[in-house]
């Protein structure tokens, strides 16, 4: 690992200067409120990124890219615009499997030095770019290699259209650097403008303002007026349509999947409407939807104006949609007030699914997000127990030098997270927390946050002194200690009660067919399915696939829990629509427990094996990273 370095929470601030200057012609009460702040204190190092913003930073990107289908390549420049803060003869970069061609200063295009750093295996190599004090734009000339981890392109064959290729990006945490090279911490922001060349039958959609329809020339321009981090630079290239679905929001998809797409997310506006009646106005101006092949590797991500999604939430009944309330939850925590560093992760995960749920609330009602909330619980004592409950990476705050950040992905942060937000809420009311949540997303808006910057705030504005109150809260449990305090409280759900009735009933011998399951949504299924015992006969099985018709269900999270199941007792009625899935969908968070399943016994694992080796094609770079050191 690199030195220790420190550097100053101020190097975020120009960013919302930047912000301001765009969106405000008054802007002497921010500026004020900056300085104050910059002088506030300073950010812990971001032991994941080779930059060093304390002497040299972005604050603006002009990308001008070509995507090039035949050698899988993104090729062109990187302009910035540059704060040299130190006045020194460098500035830093991170890059991974970049091919840096040539570096250049200022306007009139003066070729400068750079060099390359030492390679390692999560961070890539750093760019050392020589500069002078009065630098103020630099353009980096470069290509992306094949295997870029960021990218992911598809064949016709893995679309829905099967005609034409298909690309796209995913950044977070740290591999936004395998395609742009860029100061790839989450406490840095830049503003950008892209244009970008791509074949002609195809759309590019960006992170940004987009374009709603192809053109002639393949050449399309993106700007991005707010400030953002690295980890949500977006890029997406394919045959793709727009569709609208309320004033503000709209969907971009195949053409073969906006149907589906407009129907299952027909309440996207509505969400938005929720969500500002909560935590104040959406600053993005639109929120679209882009649905990616089944191949994307994750539910979700939160490109700021055009979330990523998985198909696999086109569940047909609009009973997956809580991922879309997350994502677009993101909107205020994490892509306005973003975790400072990966070991901050909690503040971007933890506050979005309390944030979720609660548009969910605002949306269906208490006993719906109740179940999301039950289910949560569940997915967290599952992690612990996986973990080990005196794991430090149970903890909230986490410690991820030296490890590929993607190992603090796990729900510790997600619903440990959301857990201490709804604990806090309990002892202080709602109306107070709001309020509360609401000044927090004002004051640090556009600025990266920390553990430390976040419980200074809950101190000063919220526990005040109150001793009774803090003790109550217990930072100390709840953030920097394994596991969960004792006394905390477990969510439950009414309707999950009357689902372990009918679950009792069943165990003790009625048939699955005489369970009135009627209104069941896919929340129901999964508890009732997540209940069944590990070991059942193979009448059980066929009884409750005869009755509810698993092995076929159109529900992805069913269907994945079912899985289970099916391997954990050898019901071989289920092979094949597991084999289908599993060379059909590359979203990790389905893959990782069935493939575990298979590979618990000898036979299961030749199985595996056996799948993989077809299906590994079709996965993104973030899956096979999990999955070829699960099953080597
Ligand atoms: N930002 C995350 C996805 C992510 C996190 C990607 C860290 C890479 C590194 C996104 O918001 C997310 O949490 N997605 C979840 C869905 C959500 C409903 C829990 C997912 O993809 O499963
Ligand atoms: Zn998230």
Same mark, same amino acid.
């Given at each position: 690992?690199k030195?220790?370095?420190k550097?100053l929470?101020?190097?975020?601030?120009?960013?919302?200067l930047? &912000?301001?200057?765009c969106t405000?012609?008054?802007?002497t009460e921010?500026?004020?409120?900056?300085?104050?702040?910059?002088?506030?204190?300073?950010?812990?190092?971001?032991?994941h990124?080779?930059?060093?913003?304390a002497?040299a930073v972005a604050?603006?990107?002009?990308?001008?890219?070509?995507?090039?289908?035949?050698?899988?390549?993104?090729?062109?420049?990187a302009?910035?615009d540059i704060?040299?803060?130190?006045?020194?003869?460098?500035?830093?970069?991170d890059?991974?499997?970049?091919n840096?061609?040539?570096?250049?200063?200022?306007?009139n295009?003066?070729?400068?030095?750079f060099?390359?750093g030492?390679?390692?295996?999560?961070?890539?190599?750093?760019?050392?770019?020589?500069?002078?004090?009065?630098?103020?734009r630099?353009?980096?000339?470069?290509?992306?290699?094949? $295997?870029?981890?960021?990218l992911?392109w598809l064949?016709?064959?893995?679309?829905?259209?099967k005609?034409?290729p298909?690309?796209?990006?995913?950044?977070?945490?740290?591999?936004?650097?395998?395609?742009?090279?860029?100061?790839?911490?989450?406490g840095?922001?830049?503003?950008?403008?892209?244009?970008?060349?791509?074949?002609?039958?195809?759309?590019?959609v960006?992170?940004?303002?987009?374009?709603?329809?192809?053109? *002639?020339s393949?050449?399309?321009?993106?700007?991005?007026?707010?400030?953002?981090?690295?980890?949500?630079?977006?890029?997406?290239?394919? $045959?793709?349509?727009?569709?609208?679905?309320?004033q503000?929001t709209?969907?971009?998809?195949?053409?073969e999947?906006?149907?589906?797409?407009?129907?299952?997310?027909a309440?996207?506006d509505?969400?938005?409407?929720?969500?500002e009646?909560?935590?104040?106005?959406?600053r993005?101006d639109?929120?679209?939807?882009?649905? &990616?092949?089944?191949s994307?590797?994750?539910?979700?991500?939160?490109?700021?104006?055009?979330?990523f999604?998985t198909p696999?939430?086109?569940a047909?009944d609009?009973?997956?949609?809580?991922l879309?309330a997350?994502?677009? !939850?993101?909107?205020?925590?994490?892509?306005?007030v973003?975790?400072a560093?990966?070991d901050?992760? =909690? &503040?971007?995960?933890?506050?979005?699914?309390?944030?979720?749920?609660?548009?969910?609330?605002?949306?269906?009602?208490?006993?719906?997000?109740?179940?999301?909330?039950?289910?949560?619980?569940?997915?967290?004592?599952?992690?612990i127990?996986?973990?080990?409950?005196?794991s430090p990476d149970?903890r909230l705050?986490?410690?991820?030098?030296?490890?590929?950040?993607?190992?603090?992905?796990?729900?510790?942060?997600? *619903?440990?997270?959301?857990?201490?937000?709804?604990?806090?809420?309990?002892?202080?009311?709602?109306?107070?927390? $709001?309020?509360?949540?609401?000044?927090?997303?004002n004051?640090?808006?556009?600025?990266p946050?920390?553990?430390?910057?976040f419980?200074?705030?809950?101190?000063?504005?919220?526990?005040?002194?109150?001793e009774?109150?803090?003790?109550?809260i217990?930072i100390?449990? =709840?953030?920097?200690?394994p596991?969960?305090?004792?006394?905390?409280?477990?969510?439950t759900?009414?309707?999950?009660?009357?689902?372990?009735?009918?679950?009792? $009933? =069943?165990k003790?011998?009625?048939p699955?067919?005489?369970?009135?399951?009627?209104?069941w949504?896919?929340?129901? =299924? &999964?508890?009732?399915?997540?209940?069944?015992?590990?070991?059942?006969?193979p009448?059980?099985m066929?009884?409750?696939d005869? !009755?509810?018709?698993?092995?076929?269900?159109?529900?992805?999270?069913?269907?994945?829990?079912?899985?289970?199941?099916?391997?954990?007792?050898?019901?071989?009625?289920?092979?094949?629509?597991?084999e289908?899935?599993?060379?059909?969908v590359?979203?990790?968070?389905?893959?990782?427990?069935?493939?575990k399943a298979?590979?618990?016994?000898?036979?299961g694992?030749k199985?595996?094996?056996?799948?993989?080796?077809?299906?590994?094609?079709?996965y993104?770079?973030v899956?096979?990273?999990?999955?070829?050191?699960?099953?080597?």
């Amino acid at each position: 690992m690199k030195p220790y370095k420190k550097f100053l929470l101020g190097l975020g601030m120009a960013g919302s200067l930047h &912000l301001t200057a765009c969106t405000s012609q008054n802007t002497t009460e921010t500026e004020t409120m900056n300085t104050a702040q910059q002088a506030q204190g300073q950010l812990p190092e971001d032991v994941h990124s080779y930059a060093e913003p304390a002497k040299a930073v972005a604050r603006h990107l002009d990308l001008e890219i070509a995507v090039n289908f035949d050698t899988k390549t993104i090729s062109g420049k990187a302009t910035y615009d540059i704060e040299n803060l130190a006045k020194g003869n460098e500035i830093v970069f991170d890059t991974r499997g970049l091919n840096i061609e040539k570096v250049f200063l200022g306007d009139n295009r003066e070729e400068t030095t750079f060099r390359l750093g030492d390679s390692d295996k999560y961070l890539g190599q750093p760019l050392y770019v020589t500069i002078k004090p009065e630098t103020k734009r630099l353009t980096i000339q470069y290509k992306t290699s094949p $295997d870029a981890a960021a990218l992911q392109w598809l064949n016709p064959q893995q679309t829905a259209g099967k005609k034409h290729p298909f690309m796209f990006t995913q950044s977070q945490a740290i591999l936004a650097r395998t395609w742009i090279p860029i100061q790839d911490s989450p406490g840095v922001r830049i503003t950008y403008n892209a244009r970008v060349q791509v074949p002609k039958e195809l759309l590019a959609v960006m992170s940004a303002e987009n374009p709603v329809q192809k053109n *002639e020339s393949g050449v399309y321009t993106f700007q991005m007026k707010q400030p953002i981090p690295s980890y949500l630079m977006a890029l997406s290239v394919g $045959d793709l349509v727009f569709r609208e679905v309320g004033q503000q929001t709209g969907i971009y998809a195949e053409p073969e999947t906006i149907e589906a797409a407009a129907y299952e997310f027909a309440e996207m506006d509505k969400m938005l409407v929720a969500a500002e009646k909560i935590y104040g106005k959406y600053r993005w101006d639109r929120y679209d939807l882009l649905v &990616l092949p089944p191949s994307f590797p994750f539910g979700g991500m939160e490109n700021p104006r055009l979330t990523f999604v998985t198909p696999t939430v086109l569940a047909k009944d609009r009973s997956l949609t809580s991922l879309i309330a997350h994502e677009l !939850a993101h909107s205020w925590s994490g892509n306005l007030v973003t975790n400072a560093t990966w070991d901050d992760f =909690w &503040l971007n995960e933890g506050f979005t699914v309390y944030f979720e749920r609660r548009i969910m609330e605002e949306l269906y009602g208490r006993s719906y997000a109740d179940m999301l909330a039950e289910l949560g619980y569940q997915d967290l004592q599952n992690t612990i127990a996986d973990l080990g409950a005196t794991s430090p990476d149970t903890r909230l705050k986490l410690d991820l030098d030296g490890r590929d950040p993607d190992e603090g992905l796990t729900d510790i942060a997600y *619903e440990k997270g959301n857990l201490f937000l709804r604990h806090i809420e309990m002892a202080v009311g709602r109306e107070r927390f $709001d309020e509360f949540l609401n000044k927090y997303f004002n004051t640090f808006a556009f600025q990266p946050t920390d553990t430390d910057k976040f419980l200074n705030f809950l101190r000063t504005e919220l526990i005040k002194g109150d001793e009774v109150l803090a003790e109550k809260i217990n930072i100390e449990g =709840w953030v920097f200690s394994p596991g969960l305090p004792a006394n905390h409280v477990k969510p439950t759900s009414e309707r999950f009660a009357q689902v372990e009735k009918l679950f009792s $009933d =069943w165990k003790n011998g009625k048939p699955a067919a005489q369970l009135n399951t009627k209104d069941w949504s896919s929340h129901e =299924w &999964l508890h009732f399915i997540r209940m069944l015992p590990e070991q059942m006969s193979p009448q059980q099985m066929q009884d409750l696939d005869k !009755a509810f018709n698993f092995t076929n269900s159109g529900n992805s999270e069913v269907l994945a829990a079912w899985f289970i199941h099916a391997i954990n007792n050898n019901y071989i009625t289920a092979d094949k629509a597991l084999e289908t899935f599993l060379t059909n969908v590359g979203r990790r968070k389905f893959l990782v427990p069935i493939y575990k399943a298979l590979a618990a016994t000898p036979e299961g694992k030749k199985k595996a094996l056996a799948i993989y080796a077809k299906a590994r094609p079709n996965y993104h770079a973030v899956s096979t990273v999990t999955l070829d050191e699960m099953l080597k």
